[in-house]
């Protein structure tokens, strides 16, 4: 599931971003503070955030211009400031993609899509390893890995971020979505399934993924 963290002093603007993406599939969570974002982006992974420029405090500009100093996530600049220089000013601080308010609920998604089609990696390669979505394959080497579509998606969570620790949780939401009755059990069945058939690539995939015991999962990338 595609995790958009939106970023704005208004609740009532939060709660209506919400709306409007929530019965698109995606994953929304809201903060109202330039600095609880940056905390946010620094501890969980995100596809891409929403930022409003005109906050109190830290205003979108810095907070932009921080972010980019740790993390390449997309990111849409949602404000009421239209003027050319302030375009190009978040532009330039490292903002894909800029839209006004009031917005189209339409606009505003079809540019949220462009950005996560324009930024989905189709290919991932870690230590060895070769996850590439185009061929729907998992490989190592000239061996193809045979993967079902959950241990795919859990295995290309912990590719994309090494040495991340996902807890069982944040698993069971991102590969089965927030409305799944399923167990942390089954997390752990599938991680088991995937380890063993990468084992038999010759790939040494118990130096790399690990258990953290009480947590969850991480790749360890050496």
């Known amino acids: 599931m595609t995790q958009i963290l939106i970023v704005d002093d208004e609740q009532r603007m939060l709660d209506l971003l919400e709306l409007y993406l929530t019965p698109h599939g995606y994953k929304v969570t809201k903060v109202l503070h330039g600095a609880d974002a940056l905390e946010k982006l620094k501890k969980e992974p995100f596809d891409l955030v929403v930022l409003d420029i005109m906050m109190k405090g830290m205003d979108g500009f810095e907070t932009c211009r921080r972010l980019r100093a740790f993390s390449d996530v997309p990111v849409l600049m949602l404000t009421a400031k239209d ?13 894909d993609d800029y839209v006004t308010k009031p917005f189209d609920e339409e606009i505003l998604v079809a540019r949220i899509e462009a950005l996560l089609r ?8 870690v230590d060895g390893l070769q996850w590439n979505e185009e061929r729907y394959e998992l490989s190592y080497g000239n061996c193809s890995i045979p993967l079902t579509p959950k241990e795919f998606q859990l295995i290309r969570l912990l590719l994309k971020r090494p040495n991340h620790v996902y807890d ?3 698993l069971l939401d991102l590969v089965w979505g927030v409305e799944s009755d399923t167990e942390g059990r089954t997390i752990d069945s599938h991680i088991r399934n995937i380890r063993e058939k990468i084992r038999h690539s010759g790939f040494p995939v118990d130096e790399h993924l690990k258990t953290v015991w009480g947590v969850g999962y991480k790749w360890l990338q050496k």
């Open 168 to 170: 069982r949780n944040d």
């Open 118 to 125: 324009r930024n989905a990696p189709s290919s991932i390669k």
């Open 83 to 95: 003027q050319k220089e302030d375009v190009i000013k978040g532009l330039n601080l490292g903002a």
